[in-house]
């Protein structure tokens, strides 16, 4: 068993982290660019160690998140997180995205987050840890299941948000196109303007006519060291030590 610390998060929660789960900028990006209103019920497929669904609780205060990850340590660390910080309106879920749970809110919820993995099976250079494995590569989930899973939990009008790398754009579209989440709006991120980007963010909306808007890009670096904008983001956080990690 791996052994777990804890890193605070902009001073107001301790987050258990471990080295098969923990966390990097992809995760304040995405739940940045999700931005749930007070009264929205949201998801996080795939959650780790809750990252996200504690970002978004801190920045935005949805009214329920739910956060879901087939590994049971993830959910564990998460479970610590939630029970440290006394947090009532996180529930921490072990379950398979592709079957969900038994009481999941079917096409009741709001928001739907998921930074999945980025590689496809068998593409590129896997890692050694099973939990890395799982967290970057395709192995127990596709970019399909995940948007099949945002599909049946989303209300009509509700929205799917993904991050990914920008060689996964087609198959990202394709895959929310096939599940009737049609994709709004798309930011492209990198690191400075001269750099192509390393990551892209997208909206889609479930139900939704055919219209997608692209956002000005995000730039990780400014003239003197990181960017005014991702320092927004981040409001504070151990912004060195977050930077071109992934869970």
């Given at each position: 068993m791996s052994e777990y610390t804890f890193e605070s998060l902009r001073n107001e929660i301790d987050i258990c982290v471990?080295?098969?789960?923990?966390?990097?900028?992809?995760?304040?990006l995405l739940?940045?660019?999700?931005?749930?209103?007070?009264?929205d019920k949201v998801c996080d497929l795939g959650t780790g160690c809750g990252i996200i669904p504690l970002l978004m609780h801190i920045s935005f205060c949805p009214s329920v998140i739910y956060g879901i990850d087939i590994q049971q340590q993830a959910i564990e660390q998460f479970n610590i997180t939630v029970k440290r910080n006394k947090l009532e309106n996180i529930f921490p879920v072990h379950a398979d995205l592709k079957e969900l749970w038994s009481n999941a809110p079917l096409g009741m919820?709001?928001?739907?987050?998921?930074?999945?993995?980025?590689?496809?099976?068998?593409?590129?250079?896997?890692?050694?840890?099973?939990?890395?494995?799982?967290?970057?590569?395709?192995?127990?989930?596709?970019i399909n299941d995940v948007c099949r899973a945002a599909s049946?939990?989303?209300?009509?009008?509700?929205?799917?948000?993904?991050?990914?790398?920008?060689?996964?754009l087609a198959d990202v579209i394709s895959a929310m196109k096939a599940n009737d989440i049609e994709p709004k709006t798309a930011r492209f991120v990198s690191k400075t303007p001269?750099?192509?980007?390393?990551?892209?963010?997208?909206?889609?909306?479930?139900?939704?006519?055919?219209?997608?808007?692209?956002?000005?890009?995000l730039y990780i670096n400014g003239s003197d060291g990181f960017s005014e904008e991702l320092l927004n983001i981040y409001g504070g956080g151990k912004t060195n030590d977050y930077l071109n990690k992934k869970d």
């Amino acid at each position: 068993m791996s052994e777990y610390t804890f890193e605070s998060l902009r001073n107001e929660i301790d987050i258990c982290v471990s080295d098969e789960h923990k966390f990097g900028t992809d995760a304040f990006l995405l739940a940045d660019f999700a931005s749930p209103r007070r009264k929205d019920k949201v998801c996080d497929l795939g959650t780790g160690c809750g990252i996200i669904p504690l970002l978004m609780h801190i920045s935005f205060c949805p009214s329920v998140i739910y956060g879901i990850d087939i590994q049971q340590q993830a959910i564990e660390q998460f479970n610590i997180t939630v029970k440290r910080n006394k947090l009532e309106n996180i529930f921490p879920v072990h379950a398979d995205l592709k079957e969900l749970w038994s009481n999941a809110p079917l096409g009741m919820l709001d928001v739907v987050t998921c930074n999945p993995p980025y590689k496809a099976a068998n593409a590129g250079i896997e890692s050694f840890a099973d939990a890395h494995k799982i967290a970057r590569h395709e192995i127990l989930c596709n970019i399909n299941d995940v948007c099949r899973a945002a599909s049946r939990l989303l209300k009509f009008g509700g929205k799917l948000c993904l991050c990914n790398r920008p060689e996964r754009l087609a198959d990202v579209i394709s895959a929310m196109k096939a599940n009737d989440i049609e994709p709004k709006t798309a930011r492209f991120v990198s690191k400075t303007p001269a750099d192509a980007p390393w990551l892209f963010l997208i909206e889609g909306k479930k139900g939704g006519k055919s219209f997608m808007k692209v956002l000005p890009q995000l730039y990780i670096n400014g003239s003197d060291g990181f960017s005014e904008e991702l320092l927004n983001i981040y409001g504070g956080g151990k912004t060195n030590d977050y930077l071109n990690k992934k869970d």
